[in-house]
């Protein structure tokens, strides 16, 4: 585990995916409100799971001891990047060692880069006072999530304690970084598609395999049958150079002996086609299911309307 600070009121630390377990179940009501209105239909432990995985670094606020908050930064440019805080009950039952620590966190992150936003929830008012309070600026550029506003706070390193300006470079950064995000979600769908035709493809192939299969048994059972007969007729033309006539018993005796080994084999080679029609068939159910679970899942990637994929739509109406 990575201490960045640590005193006996606060520690600033390495995040683990363990804490975004933690933290999901003791979201303070704000956060969750929050999170329910940009992300209405996703679980608050796999947002976390999701923030954390996009973070370049995600740190951990303890607060007397347990976790209090977490604080990731997603990068969008070489010099700018989304700052994200979500917090626990604890971060208003310990207001300055909460405050410390988050001063302490964004120090970090403005290290890394010029210029720090995000969205905040308008109804999360003591969202916008911890903004003002650590020197950045809550602006009056706003996006939507159903029916709730979302504002854009900003904070920039060398304006830090005073107004911050978000500067025009910055954001035309953010957005190419930002159209990425965008262009990909969009090879998602082309991909998710190409998975569901390669899904049909083996679909199709599998059930040309089956005919061939039946032909194949069907060839066999014929081949079969053509050979009992032509060895019925020679055991006839055997017996009867031997004075034995068509009639005689012993002569239907081994023409049913004949008979009963072939159907044995015929059912024989019948379960055989039933066993390869059955491992084939299993084969291409599972190929096909992997494939469409891949492909549902770039789909719901491709289509899914999340905070980070709004962004890049918002600030080009703004600055572009």
Known sequence: MTFLYKNKFFTVRRATLKDCVILART???????????????????????????????????????????????????????CVWLLTSSRASRYTK????????SLSVALKRYEILFNFADERYTAAHRLVTHLG?????HFIRCGATRFLLFTFRRELMGGIMKLTGSGVSSAVAALDKS???RQNGAQEAEGLFAAAERIRE???????????SAAEKTRRLYDAVRAEAA????????????????????????????????HAYEQDL????????????????????????????????????????????SWFH
């Open 27 to 81: 979201l303070r009501g704000a956060d969750k409100r929050e999170l329910r209105a940009s992300h209405p239909h996703t679980p608050f432990a796999v947002c976390l799971r999701d923030f954390y995985r996009q973070s370049e670094i995600c740190l951990a606020l303890e607060l007397r001891g347990k976790l209090g908050a977490l604080c990731g930064i997603v990068p969008a440019s070489p010099n700018a990047a």
């Open 136 to 140: 950045g600026k809550v602006h009056g």
């Open 273 to 316: 086609l039933q066993a390869q029609l059955s491992a084939n068939n299993q084969n291409i159910e599972e190929q096909v299911r992997a494939l469409r679970e891949q492909g549902t899942q770039m789909r719901a990637y491709s289509r899914r309307s999340s905070m980070f994929s709004k962004w890049g739509n918002v600030l080009h």
């Open 182 to 184: 965008r262009t990909r």
């Open 97 to 104: 060692s909460f405050y410390r620590a988050v001063q302490r």
């Open 234 to 265: 020679a055991e006839r033309t055997r017996f009867s150079a031997g004075g034995l006539s068509a009639s005689s018993a012993t002569l239907d005796t081994l023409l049913q002996q004949n008979r009963l080994q072939a159907q044995l084999k």
């Open 205 to 215: 192939a599998g059930e040309q395999q089956n005919a061939y299969l039946f032909e």
